[in-house]
């Protein structure tokens, strides 16, 4: 059973990079053709996807994000990472991570259990 | 518009039947994907292209999905379906969640 797991800072000062990385055990990141998401929930709020990595390294983002966002992939690790500059408090938000591809490209069905980054200096 | 809309909140007494919806312009057009949420965990994916159930996901959760309207229809609602629950789909090359419907179970 493939699990996801995140990880990286709780806190992050303003203007800064947000830097999360999330750990896919279980299963091989490069097998199966599956795509690996970041999708980010502000506090109270609804869900927004961010972009997503495949393991070839090619990767795809929110247009709203485009400009702050990198998704990348390591294979030998079996870890895609996420990273987001210029932080400001708009930026607090639990960060999951994500596969999809098994239904669809788009389907996510498989989450980890979400990490909490604040922006706060 | 690549907007989809849900309504705020949505109750349903014990056992009944519940319908959440998920507007937008010719959404019967696109693939729509319906996700649980229960307070304090990651959403878990229960309808995917407007009909489908994934394995594990109760019968009583079923979709729909025509015209300018998608549905997710909960039968027999139960106490452990009180969540908020999230309607997707692709468009203007991007993945768009609605903006979540609070289902209470009274």
């Known amino acids: 059973q493939v699990q996801l797991q995140e990880s990286g800072p709780g806190l992050v000062k303003p203007s800064q990079t947000l830097s999360l990385t999330c750990t896919v055990s279980g299963g091989s990141i490069t097998s199966g053709g599956y795509y690996w998401n970041w999708i980010r929930q502000h506090p109270g709020k609804g869900l927004e996807w961010m972009g997503y990595t495949y393991s070839t390294g090619n990767s795809y983002y929110n247009p709203s994000l485009k400009s702050r966002v990198t998704i990348s992939v390591d294979t030998s690790k079996n870890q895609f990472s996420v990273n987001l500059s210029s932080v400001s408090a708009a930026d607090t938000a639990v960060y999951y991570c994500?596969?999809?591809?098994?239904?669809?490209?788009?389907?996510?069905?498989?989450w980890g259990q979400g990490t909490m980054v604040t922006v706060s200096s | 518009s690549s907007e989809v809309t849900q309504p705020l909140s949505v109750s349903v007494a014990l056992g009944q039947t519940a319908r959440i919806t998920c507007e937008g312009d010719?959404?019967?057009?696109?693939?729509v994907h319906w996700y649980q949420q229960k307070t304090g965990q990651a959403p878990v994916l229960v309808i995917y292209?407007?009909?489908h159930r994934p394995s594990g996901i109760p019968e009583r959760f079923s979709g729909s999905n025509s015209g300018n309207t998608a549905t997710l229809t909960i039968s027999r609602a139960q106490a452990g379906d009180e969540a908020d629950y999230y309607c997707?789909?692709?468009?203007?090359?991007?993945?768009?969640f609605g903006g979540g419907t609070k289902l209470t179970v009274l």
């Open positions: 292209r407007d009909t």
């Open positions: 994500a596969r999809s591809g098994y239904y669809d490209n788009h389907v996510f069905d498989m």
């Open positions: 010719n959404i019967g057009s696109k693939d």
């Open positions: 997707q789909v692709w468009g203007s090359n991007t993945v768009i």
